[in-house]
């Protein structure tokens, strides 16, 4: 720290995502990322796109991309933000909808950058703990909240919520913004972004990071009500005029063109995930019903930070959030390809026979 | 605007960039863009990368990026903070350095962002008149103040301060943050870099858009005392963990290696600039001396976006900030290709000919 400081970079406390080794690790199943690679086509296409087009500057508005999201979707390209990454998205909403006036809510165990967030633009919260059983409990939400933000799946538990629950709150509470983060829906999960189109009070996010193989290449998107939108361009047009690079915006329009390809390894993975939860149901080892790409569980009787170094020993990076005393004790841990998730409960098995 | 629209995202008014036509146009010399392409090595190794890695996150602190600028200006790589292009390090650093208790300040005539981020983040400023001969009077600022920044060459002006009266400010002013954005630096100027290692109040923001023929990538960075980077992590890190992904990273690794052909390219429009600022004074038009990669001029009797709409009805598209009162009769023209250039000056005889 240094005089120069202001009170807020002084204050504030990063967030620390998993960490991203410089050398390649034997099993990475530590930030979610994809097992499989991305479709022939987006990886031809950014081969295309590094051409000498580069020295401009890309579309701002990212419309091929906002259209082909909409087609996709079934809505207009007034309804579609674009973003570097959806961690952007996030940041852009809590200033263009939260103030430090007004109180949002979100549950004590979901994506951990949502307090870091409030904390970067000063607006108030509260984590509203989740019931026993980790599913969020909406009843105990206060009323008059400027907004109520979850992932659904959450993470890292994995839970998911049917759209009629989400509908529920949402009627319930129209002068409440909505913020369902769907960042794990594609998963086998069924979106709630067809409802935008009945409710002016819900924003979904989303990212290609992950069930588009392409977290590489930081590519978010937001889906709402126009008004919604114009207000996540305002404060996106006074902070970076030109957030998506060309690769990028060439990379996400392909993607959801070559959806086929994507549907085809993210059953694959559905199907590793279902098998390596009955597998942890066999061995005694609780865990979630998860409905992501990964899987939350707890070792009985070992201490989550030693879990983690344990998996580590064997090669297998996961994650462990220490610093949430209710799920310390428990790691999250990504769903690999058939051979990765062999060795996981091969790992599993030495950890526990210690 | 709605009801869920927070108090600031009622209030900003955006940047507007310049104009980004989704077809080519025949003459693009509006935003300031390399008319060369970046090196082949960029292109080649932008192929390169775009293989399956991408399914997997970026480096977060974009360590090789930092390595290569850090050697490329005897610098430590914790003096050195990378962006997703130059604006995305200019917000950070007004969240990071400055507050609404404190007053900062930059020329009436400058990059036109930055009332935008003090709007953004709700910093007090005084925009300070340049000189009548529109050179920046460091003698007209308050004491005091939080920060001063100014372009350097100044934009749209294109006049260059020489380092010795930046170490005068710096020396003058130890408990203000000069923030010195070198986007242009690179035609034909000496940098403020060196000077990281002797002031702790000197920020020095960089990009690859221009020089290194890489807008469409968005490359920014920022140097200056570790304490200062320190700061920037921390907001960075409270946004977006991951903000440059893997192919802008290893584009511009590259383009610090490719440093003789960008030499190269550079000097072709310094050349074509000193060239057509001669030929503007043959022709008796009012010019700035610009030692940047654009040229600032005047056609008599001729009001700003007329002479704006007059140029596009001849395929050429170029820069006016008709808002701004003081220039509103002022173009920016970028400096293109040498038969970029002949078009331009024809265009201008056709124009006063009228």
Known sequence: MNRFWSNIAREITPYVPGEQPRDKVRIKLNTNENPYPPSPGVIECLKEAANEDIRLYPDTESRAFCETVARYYGLSPRQVFPGNGSDEVLAFLFQAFFSPHNLVAFPDVTYSFYPVYANLYRIPYREIPL???????????????KGILF???????????PPEEIECL?????DTLIVVDEAYVDFGNESVV????????????????????????RIGLAMGHPQLIEALNRIKNSFNSYTMDRLAQAAAVRAYE?????????????????????????????????????VFITLPGIKGPDALNLFRE?????????????????????IGTK????????????????
């Open 339 to 354: 051979d990765d998730m062999v060795r996981v409960v091969e790992a599993i098995k030495k950890i526990v026979e210690r």
């Open 194 to 217: 067809p409802l935008v189109n009945r409710y002016d009070n819900l924003l979904v996010v989303q990212t290609l990071s992950k069930s588009r193989s392409l977290a590489g290449m």
């Open 258 to 294: 070559d959806d086929g390809y994507y549907r085809e390894i993210n059953s694959k993975i559905i199907r590793e995930r279902e098998s390596f939860k009955k597998t942890l149901g066999e061995m005694g080892i609780p865990c979630t019903d998860s409905k992501s790409n990964f």
């Open 131 to 145: 019931r026993e059983d980790f599913t969020i409990d909406f009843s105990a939400y206060p009323q008059g909240l």
């Open 314 to 334: 064997q090669g297998i990076l996961v994650r462990n959030f220490a610093k949430i005393p209710r799920i310390a004790d428990w790691l999250r841990i990504t």
């Open 151 to 161: 992932a659904n799946p959450n993470a890292p538990t994995g839970i998911y919520i």
């Open 170 to 174: 949402l009627k319930s509470r129209p």
